[in-house]
């Protein structure tokens, strides 16, 4: 079962930059892809960013492109998504969660408690 634990958000000015942090317990992460989403107030879950299980290959949703790196570090559990150039419309709550990449959707039905980013005009 896959417990992530999401870290790393606040407030921050249009412009500013935050390194979300997402540890996952379990033995066998590097086995999973994993990826990013958020869910901002009266609207649904989606996927902002996702990289395979070696951490060769990224995606992101075309509004983030160029402005969020998504990274991971397998002997840590840890999957990282920095943010740079922050808009306010990119406040949400930010989840992490293993990854269909194809189909840019959760595998697992299970979801943390997130942490939340507030982007300030």
């Known amino acids: 079962q896959v417990q992530p634990v999401e870290s790393g958000g606040g407030l921050v000015q249009a412009g500013g930059s935050l390194r979300l942090a997402c540890a996952v317990s379990?033995?066998?992460?590097?086995?999973?892809?994993m990826g990013w989403f958020r869910q901002a107030p009266g609207k649904e879950r989606e996927f902002v960013a996702a990289i395979n299980w070696i951490g060769r290959n990224t995606y992101y949703t075309d509004s983030v492109k160029g402005r969020f790196t998504i990274s991971r570090d397998n002997a840590k559990n840890t999957v990282y998504l920095q943010m740079n150039s922050l808009k306010p419309e990119d406040t949400a709550v930010y989840y992490c969660n293993t990854v269909d990449i194809a189909n840019k959707r959760a595998r697992n039905s299970d979801w943390g408690q997130g942490t939340q980013v507030t982007v300030s005009s």
């Open positions: 379990i033995r066998t992460f590097n086995a999973y892809d």
